[in-house]
């Protein structure tokens, strides 16, 4: 409920926040770039909502790209994004082989969610700030993962994946982009969005769940929904 509040105020800011800048900078405002095609990449974090922070009580890091055709005269957009983050990770040093204990490999377990959402985003053709709102649909892939490496260098040895299972995500978000420059072929934004991703029900693994008992694997598997709010930075480009 409290992200949806944060959400809520974020929404109140990208509406009404441009409006007082454009008319701040219309004097001097260039003739406008007629954009088609537009394309953002994004640093975020990640918070758990619900019964998936109940689990998880922790936030994700993570990076996402989006790309979007805009329909020609129209405020309309059709695009598709895809996003990787990190909520946990662990690390231990074993010996290379029983009988050579001298030389040590590094066991690095992360655990992981790929998403994937197709949106319809409406945003202003012009303007120095645009906000815009996005309506999403897709999937949250979660995966826990183990690597064996070199001490010395992290040179992956060998990789697998010990756990996945994949949820239908769908949400809503809003976004503010401000012109940092502009030439005859392209804008170049700063910008700034924030999701909210309900997510069906999935079973995953988090930090300290994976143990080993006379050499077999054990999982502490925990399920629920899997909803996120994501708040994230980044630039974008129109052109």
């Not at 003739?31 to 109940?54: C, H, K, L, M, R």
């Not at 079973?203 to 709010?229: H, R």
Request: proline fraction near 5%; charge should be negative; hydrophobic fraction near 40%.
């Amino acid at each position: 409920m409290k992200a949806l509040q944060i959400f809520s105020g974020f929404l109140l800011v990208v509406t009404f926040l441009p409006h007082a800048v454009n008319a701040q900078f219309n004097s001097d405002e260039s003739a406008p770039i007629s954009e088609t095609i537009t394309y953002d990449i994004n640093v975020f974090i990640g918070a758990p909502q619900n019964d998936f922070q109940d689990n998880l009580d922790r936030a994700a890091v993570g990076i996402d790209f989006a790309g979007a055709f805009k329909f020609p005269d129209t405020p309309v957009q059709f695009g598709a994004e895809i996003g990787i983050m990190t909520y946990g990770m662990d690390e231990r040093k074993e010996p290379f082989n029983p009988n050579i204990p001298e030389v040590t490999v590094t066991v690095e377990t992360s655990y992981d969610i790929l998403t994937g959402h197709l949106f319809l985003r409406f945003e202003p053709e012009t303007g120095r700030v645009k906000p815009y709102l996005d309506g999403l649909f897709g999937f949250k892939y979660l995966f826990t993962e183990t690597k064996i490496g070199d001490s010395n260098n992290y040179d992956t040895i060998a990789s697998d994946t010990n756990f996945d299972d994949t949820a239908l995500s769908y949400g809503f978000g809003a976004g503010l982009k401000i012109r940092l420059a502009q030439n005859s072929k392209q804008n170049i934004y700063l910008n700034l969005k924030s999701r909210y991703l309900f997510g069906n029900e999935a079973t995953y693994l988090k930090p300290g769940s994976i143990t080993i008992n006379n050499g077999s694997l054990q999982f502490a598997e925990e399920t629920s929904s899997t909803d996120l709010f994501q708040f994230e930075l980044g630039v974008a480009f129109g052109m």
